[in-house]
């Protein structure tokens, strides 16, 4: 994922900015974590990719291929 990225994604439960947390310096993003500004939820940063499911769906879909 690319940091720039960070600027138009928005929260997917209540609509606020997300922040990025990771220890990453580069401008590519491969693992880490978007936290919410508002309500606080935690969305992991996977292979690259954000996953943007809700706790529920992202706790069942998360293993599969």
């Given at each position: 994922m690319?940091r720039?990225?960070?600027?138009?994604l928005?929260?997917?439960?209540?609509?606020?900015?997300?922040?990025?947390?990771?220890?990453?310096?580069?401008?590519?993003?491969?693992?880490?974590?978007l936290?919410?500004?508002?309500?606080?939820?935690?969305y992991?940063?996977?292979?690259?990719?954000?996953?943007?499911?809700?706790?529920?769906?992202?706790?069942?879909?998360?293993?599969?291929?």
């Amino acid at each position: 994922m690319k940091r720039s990225l960070i600027a138009i994604l928005c929260c997917p439960a209540c609509r606020s900015q997300l922040r990025l947390e990771t220890a990453e310096t580069d401008e590519d993003v491969a693992s880490g974590s978007l936290v919410c500004r508002a309500c606080k939820e935690t969305y992991p940063i996977a292979d690259g990719i954000p996953v943007l499911l809700p706790s529920d769906l992202r706790q069942t879909n998360m293993g599969k291929s």
